[in-house]
């Protein structure tokens, strides 16, 4: 009886360890945290990008990149860095081109 009800204690504890399909497992979100850091290294290395105006995401793999450049040129060349980054799946180019003032 006493290890039933230590069981049926323990259940809920031990349910709420387990993984979830919906979250990072500790490996992803540290593989997605190196991914955007080489993104962000190869962005600053690159002459043509203001890497301050670009933002980098990542998850699973999935690069997001926002911000607001002076040209599509820059957006584009942003892009094109990220996927040549190792362990980039694919890109998201959510960068806005600046109106002129």
Do not use: H, W
């Not at 387990?18 to 979100?29: H, L, M, V």
């Amino acid at each position: 009886m006493l290890t039933a009800a230590l069981a049926a204690l323990a259940l809920p504890v031990v349910s709420a360890c387990a993984g979830r399909g919906s979250r990072e497992s500790t490996g992803e979100y540290i593989d997605d945290a190196t991914i955007t850091t080489r993104v962000k290294a190869a962005l600053i290395d690159d002459p043509q990008v203001k890497a301050r105006e670009v933002n980098v995401e990542t998850s699973r793999g999935v690069v997001q990149l926002s911000g607001f450049v002076a040209q599509s040129s820059d957006a584009e060349r942003a892009v094109e860095i990220a996927r040549k980054v190792p362990g980039v799946k694919s890109v998201r180019n959510d960068i806005r081109v600046k109106p002129a003032s």
